[in-house]
């Protein structure tokens, strides 16, 4: 293959790597191949059968010798003699063959009359055929060699007087030892002496001798190898002018229907581009070319030809969509930034307040995502926490979660707690859900006064926790149904106590199930190592390095849910004597220690000695309601709050309970105009309450009655 591209190369690069020169090399090598490989066939036809007839030439002469010498004389008895003479000698005297000390040992043999007539008769079959010539010989299995009887040849250079002995191989006599009948042994050598021989020959099978004879014919190929030579080479010229011939004209018509139409076809393409580059659309180019082949190359033009109008309808079609797609783009990025723009994205988002930090963030997996968050104050003193996610990806989820969001939200303000918000959410979306999709949600609302937190789960995931000097735990809650999934649901409300230090982390299913490589989870061990894995400063540095741990566990893996992630670092108020929190069950005999908890911050503060009484009997009536109305017949936890302003001279009681929602401020005012037996019984203290307080205010908020007195002094 060529290293440049064919724009590369210059105009004879170009024709030496053309498909009509590849062609021509082709057909060329094809039919030399073709010619060689009928050449070799030939002529090894041709010697095949002059072997075979050379081969029955010498046996049918050597066939008849035989006959002719049985009726003379007795060959066999002269072969057993020179064998005699062969075998009397030892290693070193025939060693001397050729010296006329060798073949006077048989020299006796060779002035008998008899002896002579074989050689007569030998001599007579070969000068009247096409033989080189005719021998006696014979085997000797012992030294693996033949032993020349009687030869009638007198030429000098091939020339075998008698007891002469060659080396022969056991591959060339074995067709004579073990011939079958009605065969014609025979072997083919190439000695330096004769040259190229086909031998074949009868064997004097005696049974009165030891050892046999054979009549051998030797018919040389020298001049049928001369022969072949120049057939050879003419049958070659021949063959390479007829190979030349063809393959011109098999080019040529190669050329004309294959190499021509692919040329008009490309032609034809590149004309198609320029006209494309030009900004033409109406073309018709394969269309007009109209090839007439028959073949695969004309049904190539017809599907170049219907290929180029589906692409002018394709490219309408596709401008179409891709105007659609740009336009769907850039509506999903304008939901990608409305989406961001819902949730908080403004750090630090509380600059003004001291008593928390807090940091969140959503790695959506595709342009919008179905996972959110939320922080707002619900009042001076109660965060909102928010963290969620929707089933489902997308747009679709999206939507669902601006929805839950705003929901979530409205209902919240309200002051509900976080176990009836869910109720009343999940009521209101299950009314109107026909795609049947589903929230999970954690909602906490935290007093940042006190640092309780109440919050209520709805099939989301465990929040981590860690107190201060601890480590990052997961708090097992217990989870409700999911938002959307079921009507008339009830979620249950438990409560945290975050102590001045300490840190939450919550967050979205899609942290724990990241996916590396290998398909393995990040797990939720794995992000409490990381989050209890160093200091971390401020909850944006732990949200962000969580993250990180997570994109560098998941390389080059597909993100396939969304990644939210939500860190809160509480400080509280710290141990400042203007602010002291008390949590007591609400039975009668914690009414004085909460008198005593509040006179000693009074008394620290120089409150006067009658103001404490009027805030003591205060304390004593508004206590009393909680014990005996707020959880009966059950008890349950108040909290009493002291604050004394940094100025001073003035102090601010809050009490908060569980209870059934009640205010008492809106009782209407006994008439003490009356009499005692004239007055209907009840209202007298919270009467009382509001006269000796400055201000006295009820709210309903995150599941709690709260009463706050002022008084100053």
Not at 7 to 30: K, T
Not at 202 to 211: A, D, F, H, N, Q
Not at 488 to 515: C, H, N, R
């Amino acid at each position: 293959m060529p290293e440049k591209n064919i724009r590369e190369m210059s105009v004879f690069e170009r024709r030496h790597y053309s498909l009509a020169a590849r062609v021509f090399r082709v057909s060329l090598f094809s039919c030399l191949v073709m010619g060689l490989s009928a050449l070799i066939l030939g002529i090894g036809l041709y010697m095949f059968m002059l072997q075979k007839q050379y081969v029955s030439e010498g046996y049918n002469l050597a066939k008849n010798a035989v006959a002719m010498l049985k009726e003379i004389t007795n060959a066999q008895d002269y072969a057993d003699r020179v064998m005699e003479i062969y075998h009397g000698m030892s290693e070193e005297e025939r060693a001397q063959m050729g010296s006329n000390e060798y073949y006077s040992k048989f020299a006796a043999i060779t002035f008998e009359r008899e002896y002579q007539q074989i050689l007569r008769v030998l001599d007579t079959f070969r000068l009247n055929s096409d033989i080189d010539d005719m021998y006696l010989a014979v085997y000797d299995d012992e030294t693996k060699a033949i032993i020349y009887v009687a030869d009638p040849d007198n030429r000098v250079e091939t020339a075998c007087p008698i007891g002469t002995w060659e080396s022969v191989k056991e591959s060339e006599i074995k067709a004579f030892l073990k011939g079958k009948k009605n065969q014609m042994p025979s072997y083919i050598s190439n000695k330096p002496r004769y040259g190229p021989l086909v031998t074949s020959g009868v064997y004097l099978r005696s049974k009165m001798t030891t050892y046999g004879a054979f009549v051998l014919a030797d018919v040389t190929m020298q001049d049928v190898m001369k022969g072949m030579e120049g057939f050879a080479m003419i049958f070659s010229g021949t063959l390479l002018l007829m190979t030349l011939l063809l393959a011109f004209f098999t080019s040529r018509n190669m050329s004309k229907t294959l190499v021509a139409p692919i040329n008009r076809i490309t032609n034809a393409a590149q004309a198609y581009v320029q006209d494309r580059k030009a900004g033409i659309r109406e073309t018709d180019h394969f269309g007009a070319l109209n090839i007439r082949t028959g073949d695969e190359v004309e049904n190539l033009s017809l599907v170049m030809a219907d290929m180029e109008q589906d692409l002018a309808e394709y490219e309408e079609h596709l401008t179409a969509v891709t105007s659609e797609k740009e336009r769907i783009d850039a509506e999903l990025s304008l939901a990608t930034r409305i989406q961001t723009d819902m949730l908080p994205n403004i750090y630090p988002p509380f600059p003004e307040r001291k008593e928390f930090d807090i940091f969140a963030a959503m790695r959506p997996a595709k342009e919008v995502g179905g996972d959110f968050y939320d922080y707002y104050l619900v009042d001076d003193d109660h965060l909102a926490l928010l963290i969620a996610d929707v089933s489902g990806k997308g747009v679709p989820a999206a939507l669902f979660m601006m929805v839950s969001k705003i929901v979530l939200q409205n209902y919240t303000m309200m002051g509900l707690s976080p176990g009836r918000v869910l109720e009343e959410v999940n009521q209101q979306i299950c009314q109107n859900n026909r795609e049947e999709m589903f929230v999970t949600v954690w909602l906490g609302v935290l007093e940042l006064s006190t640092g309780r937190l109440v919050a209520a789960n709805a099939g989301h995931e465990y929040p981590a926790l860690c107190r201060p000097g601890g480590k990052f735990e997961l708090f097992r809650d217990r989870h409700g149904f999911v938002v959307g999934g079921m009507e008339q649901m009830k979620y249950k409300d438990y409560e945290i106590l975050l102590e001045p230090g300490s840190w939450l982390f919550v967050y979205t299913d899609g942290v724990a199930e990241a996916e590396n490589e290998g398909h393995q989870l990040f797990g939720t061990q794995r992000m409490l190592e990381t989050l209890g894995s160093g200091d971390a400063q401020d909850a944006k540095r732990l949200v962000e390095k969580v993250g990180r741990t997570i994109e560098i566990y998941s390389g080059d893996a597909p993100q396939f849910d969304d990644i939210t992630m939500l860190a809160l670092h509480f400080f509280g108020k710290g141990a400042q004597k203007e602010k002291q929190t008390m949590t007591v069950d609400a039975v009668p005999e914690q009414i004085e220690p909460i008198t005593d908890f509040i006179n000693d911050k009074l008394m620290e503060a120089g409150c006067p000695m009658k103001t404490q009484m009027q805030i003591d009997v205060a304390v004593d009536e508004i206590l009393a309601n909680i014990v005996s109305y707020a959880y009966a017949p059950h008890v349950g936890p108040v909290t009493v709050t002291v604050e004394i302003p940094e100025e001073g001279r003035e102090v601010i009681l809050t009490f908060s309970d569980h209870g059934m929602p009640y205010d008492p401020t809106k009782n209407e005012d006994p008439d003490v105009t009356l009499s005692a037996e004239d007055r209907e019984i009840g209202g007298l203290g919270i009467y009382l309450v509001k006269k000796t307080m400055d201000d006295v205010k009820y709210e309903y908020r995150v599941g709690s009655n709260v009463l706050t007195i002022r008084k100053k002094w």
